[in-house]
C-alpha cells in the first residue's frame, strides 16, 4: 500500500514524569545539590549527576536531551513521580498528531513492544526493523513557567515552559533500517528522516546514511525531503551527518535551542538583525537550500522554497500550539479556536521586520498568542513537524474526518 507521507526513523516509549516540586526538592536534598553543583553539561552517570543537569536546564528554562548509561537510571528515577506512558520521537510523534486529525501516514520504526502497539492510532501504519521486543524508555520531565525547587542555598526557578530528555536507547541508537524501506519511499510525496542524534559510532552512522541515501533513491522527483535536526549526544555524528547527508534533502528543519547549538550562542529571537546573522552564521551547516526554523515567538523559511511553504510553516504553528493548549487529546474543534485566535505581538513584528529586510528568500509566520495554566511542552517540534508535512502534502487541516469520529 502506498503512503504519501512517510515518517521515520524511530520511535520510542516516553515515561512523562508528572512535575512535583517537593520531590525534587527531597531528592536535591538527599544528594546535597546547591546552586553551584547545577551544570547542563555535566556526563549523567547516576541520579545525583542526573539531578545536577535537569535542575540547571529548569534555572535556565531551556530544553534539550541528553544520553545516560542504562536505561535502569531512567526507569528508577521515573517511578518516584507519577509517570505517564506515551510514545514518541519525532516521526510518531508527528504522525500521532495528525492522525487526530484524519490524515494518514506510514511510520519506520527500529523498535517494538506492546506499549507501542496499544498506543499507535488508528491510520497509523508501520514498518519496522526489530526482531524481538525491547523497552529502553525515554525519561522526559516537564516543566511550567514559574516552576520552582528550593535548594538548601537557592531556589531554581524557570522563566520559560520547557522539557528535557534523558535517554539509552540501543535500538535508536543503532538505527538499523527496514528492508522494507525502499519499496515504502516508492509513492511517498513526503519523506521525514530524523532520529540520527542519538547515533554515537562513527562507521555506523556513515553505514546508515549510505543505506538511507540509496533507499531514497526511489522517492518521485518531486518528493519532498524533510529533515528535522535534533539534540546530538555527541557532536561528532552532528558533523558527520553535515558532511555525508546531502544532495538530495530539500528543508533542513531546527529549533532555537538547535540552531543556538551549531552556533554556540544565545540567540535574541525578536530581534531582526540577530536572527539574520544567526541564519547566515548556520549556513555551512546547513544541509538543504531551505531551512526552516521553529521557534515559541515564530516559524520561518529561508532558501530557495521560502514562499512555496508559507502556508505549511502555518499549519506546523497552528498544530503546535493546539497541542502545547489541549494536550495530545485535541481535536479538530480546538484547531479551529486557536486559528481563530491571537497572534504574539512579537512575533508579530518580527515577522514582517525580517520579510522587509530578507525578501521573497524568507516567510515567516508568527507564533500564537498562548496563556494556559498546564501547557503540553513535550513534543511541540515534533507536531510542527506533523503539521507542517500534512499541510504541504494535503492542504489546510482539520477538514478532514478526526481520528475520535471515524
Request: glycine letters at 10%; charged letters at 20%.
Amino acid at each position: 500500500m502506498s503512503h504519501e507521507l512517510v515518517l521515520g526513523l524511530g520511535g520510542c516509549v516516553d515515561f512523562e514524569i508528572a512535575w512535583d516540586a517537593r520531590a525534587l526538592e527531597e531528592l536535591a536534598a538527599k544528594h546535597h545539590i546547591g546552586v553551584a553543583d547545577l551544570d547542563s553539561g555535566i556526563a549523567v552517570e547516576d541520579e545525583r549527576s542526573l539531578m545536577r543537569s535537569l535542575l540547571a536546564f529548569v534555572r535556565d528554562g531551556v530544553g534539550g536531551e541528553r544520553f545516560i548509561p542504562s536505561s535502569d537510571i531512567a526507569i528508577a528515577f521515573a517511578s518516584r513521580f507519577p509517570c505517564k506512558v506515551t510514545l514518541g520521537g519525532t516521526c510518531v510523534r508527528a504522525a500521532l498528531a495528525i492522525a487526530r486529525l484524519g490524515v494518514p501516514s506510514l511510520v519506520h520504526l527500529v523498535s517494538i513492544d506492546d506499549n507501542v502497539r496499544r498506543l499507535l492510532s488508528p491510520g497509523i501504519d508501520y514498518i519496522s526493523s526489530a526482531t524481538r521486543d525491547t523497552l529502553d524508555p525515554h525519561l522526559i520531565v516537564q516543566f511550567p513557567a514559574g516552576a520552582t525547587v528550593a535548594l538548601s542555598d537557592g531556589v531554581v526557578r524557570a522563566e520559560h515552559p520547557n522539557r528535557i530528555i534523558y535517554v539509552n536507547d540501543p535500538p535508536n541508537r543503532d538505527l538499523v533500517l527496514s528492508a522494507e524501506l525502499p519499496q515504502a519511499l516508492d509513492g511517498a510525496r513526503a519523506f521525514l528522516p530524523a532520529g540520527f542524534n542519538v547515533m554515537r559510532d562513527p562507521d555506523l552512522l556513515r553505514d546508515r546514511l549510505a543505506s538511507l541515501q540509496s533507499a531514497m533513491t526511489r522517492l518521485p522527483a518531486d518528493a519532498v525531503v524533510f529533515y528535522e535536526d535534533a539534540g546530538f549526544h555527541d557532536n561528532a555524528m552532528r558533523q558527520i551527518v553535515s558532511s555525508d547527508f546531502r544532495g538530495r534533502i530539500d528543508v533542513h528543519s531546527l529549533n532555537e535551542d538547535e540552531l543556538q547549538s551549531y552556533l554556540g550562542r544565545r540567540i535574541d529571537l525578536l530581534d531582526v538583525e540577530d536572527v539574520v546573522t544567526a541564519l547566515a552564521e548556520f549556513a555551512p551547516y546547513a544541509i538543504a537550500p531551505t531551512v526552516v526554523v521553529h521557534t515559541k515567538y515564530w516559524s520561518l523559511a529561508h532558501g530557495e522554497r521560502a514562499s512555496d511553504v508559507a502556508a505549511a510553516l502555518a499549519g506546523g504553528v497552528d498544530l503546535a500550539s493546539t497541542r502545547y493548549c489541549h494536550g495530545d487529546d485535541f481535536t479538530a474543534a480546538d484547531l479551529a479556536g486557536i486559528r481563530g485566535g491571537p497572534v504574539h505581538p512579537g512575533g508579530l513584528a518580527f515577522a514582517a521586520g525580517i520579510v522587509e529586510r530578507l525578501g521573497n528568500r524568507v516567510a515567516c509566520v508568527p507564533g500564537r498568542l498562548l496563556d494556559v495554566p498546564s501547557p503540553t511542552t513535550i513534543g511541540l517540534g515534533d507536531t510542527f513537524v506533523g503539521g507542517f508535512l500534512a499541510t504541504l502534502v494535503r492542504g489546510p487541516l482539520g477538514l478532514e474526518p478526526s481520528a475520535e469520529n471515524a
